[in-house]
């Protein structure tokens, strides 16, 4: 399975007449990109905004993050399952807007411990992969009284239309580099002594229960869900996005996964063989925990012949735990592993030690930051989806890393480094 991004830059972005990408320069028709939006009904409208980097500008609460992108005709479907017909992910021409994000804000939520948001400009932008980005901020408005769980669908619908919408200004151009992702063999190679290597993540933790109507995998709620094989490829190319309970986990990182990217990396290098990786959830009942906890580490020793795994986890508490157990379960089969752990369920604090502490997995990354923020001065401008939450975050004078997208991430890709004193 090979998949190649035909990467686009983006440089700088602004609104015009006719949606096009030239020299660099990223034009959103704000009335064609609407019209793209509102071809879900449930929607009242759709306000659109450009944020640029530097700009002293908030927006808030964020749904989601995504980057635009779009299949070349007749390689493959975008976000199979969810927006386009069910086909295989990872395969095929998807072009990318390098440079560029879609940011969806929940116009029903308002500030709180549980949201998000993105800075723009100072020290808390540069802390976050996001501030360097030109972001397309398009606020959906619900018709009123549309049930909560409805309103999240229609935003994640809104997500991808948009992020394919904008993508599709790139697939007549060509690319300004090429990105191609390939495994040899079946998965990997075959009897070179390199060490096989095979990844395990969550896509969602069942503590926070899924909707029906909630697609995360494929187009799937994941309800029920026993860890899956993928190919890394289908990983990058729209076949996961995040469930609407995000946990630091933005979309835009599942397209551009920084763990699969440097498997990848050291794949292409010589120095590992990259075998695969597992998709996987986090348990809400003990016997769903065992059976997942097992599934997922005989496939990886077995399915995939891996000698070492890497584990990410969705979330704290019960992730936690089925990522230790996991963890375990594949040192026991002789698989070295290494985990990677948050401050979302007390890594830092001795409470961490009563949800897994086993001597055999000792390899732990802390990706924490949690705990810390940036001071902020108020601002004019906000994009946000009520007077209310604007009136919260244009006044906000600290900036916690909870609260800004990226700041913290559970899949590597945090700005914010660890340090032992």
């Known amino acids: 399975m090979k998949l190649t991004l035909a990467i686009h830059s983006v440089n700088d972005a602004r609104t015009g007449s006719g949606t096009r990408l030239d020299g660099g320069m990223l034009t959103v028709d704000v009335d064609e990109l609407r019209d793209a939006v509102l071809q879900d009904r449930r929607l009242q409208s759709v306000d659109v905004e450009i944020a640029s980097p530097g700009q002293p500008c908030r927006i808030g609460v964020v749904f989601d993050i995504l980057e635009p992108r779009a299949k070349e005709p007749g390689t493959g479907s975008d976000f199979p399952g969810l927006l386009g017909p069910m086909a295989v992910a990872g395969q095929g021409t998807t072009h990318v807007l390098r440079g560029a994000a879609v940011t969806v804000v929940d116009a029903s939520q308002e500030p709180g411990i549980a949201s998000k948001m993105m800075e723009m400009h100072g020290d808390a932008a540069q802390a976050s992969p996001y501030g360097s980005l030109h972001h397309v901020v398009v606020v959906p408005r619900m018709i009123p009284g549309t049930p909560r769980h409805v309103e999240l669908n229609a935003l994640r619908l809104a997500s991808v239309r948009a992020a394919v919408f904008l993508g599709s200004s790139a697939l007549d151009l060509e690319p300004d580099s090429v990105e191609e992702y390939e495994l040899d063999g079946p998965w990997g190679k ?73 498997l990848y990396k050291r794949h292409l290098a010589g120095e590992i063989n990259f075998v695969g990786t597992v998709a996987t959830v986090a348990a809400s009942l003990e016997a769903d925990r065992n059976r997942n906890c097992l599934l997922a580490a005989h496939q990886a020793r077995w399915g995939l012949g891996a000698d070492g795994v890497v584990l990410t986890k969705y979330g704290g508490g019960a992730p936690h735990v089925d990522m230790g157990e996991t963890a375990r379960i594949c ?44 001071n902020a ?19 906000m004078t600290f900036i916690p890393a909870q609260a800004l997208c990226g700041a913290t991430n559970q899949q590597g890709a945090s700005k914010i480094q660890a340090m032992v004193y």
């Open 377 to 395: 001065a108020p601002v004019e401008r906000v994009i946000a989806g009520t007077a209310e939450a604007g009136q919260a975050l244009a006044q």
């Open 190 to 262: 075959a009897g070179d002594g390199l060490p096989r290597i095979a990844y395990i993540g969550q896509v969602h933790g069942h503590q926070m229960v899924v909707e029906e109507d909630e697609r995360i995998l494929y187009g799937s709620n994941t309800e029920g869900m026993s860890p899956l094989t993928l190919h890394p490829n289908e990983w990058l190319d729209g076949a996961v996005v995040c469930s609407y309970w995000v946990m630091r986990v933005e979309s835009y990182f599942y397209q551009n996964h920084p763990i699969i990217l440097e």
């Open 331 to 374: 040192e026991a089969l002789g698989m070295k592993t290494v985990v990677q752990v948050s401050d979302s369920s007390g890594d830092r604090r001795a409470e961490s030690a009563m949800l897994f502490s086993y001597p055999e997995v000792d390899a732990i990354v802390y990706g924490g930051g949690g705990d810390i923020g940036w």
